[in-house]
């Protein structure tokens, strides 16, 4: 809600509604999972779609998740034409083949806003025989300037996320004052 706040809403103007919390789930603007959005579509006579005038779904390259994906699949068959999409990825690499999908299967009207800019520069580096954890203490080891962190791990569900945060509990990962 503080970052809600920043962008000039008022803290009762926004709720968040996921399979575990819920804070004021009846605020105008509200931050749910693609399961929530699902199950309010399924069980319209009970929420007012009519007064909903747009979605953004961030993330959205979870749209090809073998789990998941049909999830976000329905809940863009079933929005009403009227509700504007905004559709978010940094990932998505066959964009140009899904808009023609949902261009002549749910009859939208698109726009591709793409770019090749980075804000943070991306850098690769082969990683041999090594579990996730020897290595992420690798990168945190050393004086500050060798250090390859900041870091971001990428999980593509909540039970990977737990099994890493598993792995790394203990490890020495940060430096004095972190």
């Known amino acids: ?92 690499g066959n964009a140009v083949p899904f808009l023609s999908w949902l261009r002549n299967a749910h009859e939208r009207t698109i726009e591709l806003v793409q770019s090749t800019d980075r804000k943070v520069p991306l850098s690769f580096q082969w990683v041999g025989d090594k579990l996730l954890n020897e290595h992420l203490e690798e990168m945190a080891a050393g004086e500050v300037d060798a250090r390859r962190t900041p870091a971001l791990v990428f999980c593509f569900n909540r039970d990977e996320c737990w099994n890493v945060a598993e792995e790394l509990k203990g490890k020495a990962m940060l430096s004095d004052g972190q």
């Open 1 to 92: 809600q503080s970052a809600a706040v920043r962008w000039g809403f008022h803290p009762d103007d926004v709720g968040l509604v996921t399979g575990n919390r819920r804070v004021n789930p009846d605020a105008k603007v509200l931050v749910v999972v693609a399961e929530i959005l699902l199950n309010r579509l399924l069980q319209a006579e009970q929420f007012e779609f009519e007064k909903v005038s747009a979605v953004v779904m961030d993330e959205f390259h979870s749209f090809s998740d073998l789990e998941r994906g049909i999830v976000w699949e329905f809940s863009l068959s079933l929005l009403p034409r009227h509700v504007r999409l905004l559709l978010l990825s940094a990932t998505v």
